[in-house]
Nanobody, 127 residues
Framework: QVQLVESGGGLVQAGGSLRLSCAAS????????FGWFRQAPGKEREFVAA????????DYADSVKGRFTISRDNAKNTVYLQMNSLKPEDTAVYYC????????????????????WGQGTQVTVSS
């Protein structure tokens, strides 16, 4: 069974930083792309960042470009989202997602492209 477990969320002041982690089942990790999405109250789930299976390519939502960085550590079966210069509008539940497309070379930015999801971790940015 594929499992994704997020951690690292919390309460931070505007301008601060957080690093989210997503630990994945060993069997799913190395050959599949990962993404981070978020959902604020009353809003639809939106794309934040994604990385290909190889780690060679990544993409970001315009709203987080230059502030967030996605990375992966295959030795630890973990994907990270480093979030800097946080803003109150970044407040949301953040979800990690894994694709089921073996060694797909393009970055996947739509939630329908992902087969597996974590339970989410709350990020709250105070002004």
């Amino acid at each position: 069974q594929v499992q994704l477990v997020e951690s690292g969320g919390g309460l931070v002041q505007a301008g601060g930083s957080l690093r989210l982690s997503c630990a994945a089942s060993r069997g799913i990790f190395s050959n599949y792309g990962f993404g981070w999405f978020r959902q604020a109250p009353g809003k639809e789930r939106e794309f934040v960042a994604a990385v290909t299976w190889s780690g060679d390519n990544s993409d970001y939502a315009d709203s987080v470009k230059g502030r967030f960085t996605i990375s992966r550590d295959n030795a630890k079966n973990t994907v990270y989202l480093q979030m800097n210069s946080l803003k109150p509008e970044d407040t949301a539940v953040y979800y990690c997602a894994a694709s089921a497309i073996y060694r797909y070379t393009k970055v996947l930015i739509t939630h329908s492209a992902y087969a597996y999801w974590g339970q989410g971790t709350q990020v709250t940015v105070s002004s």
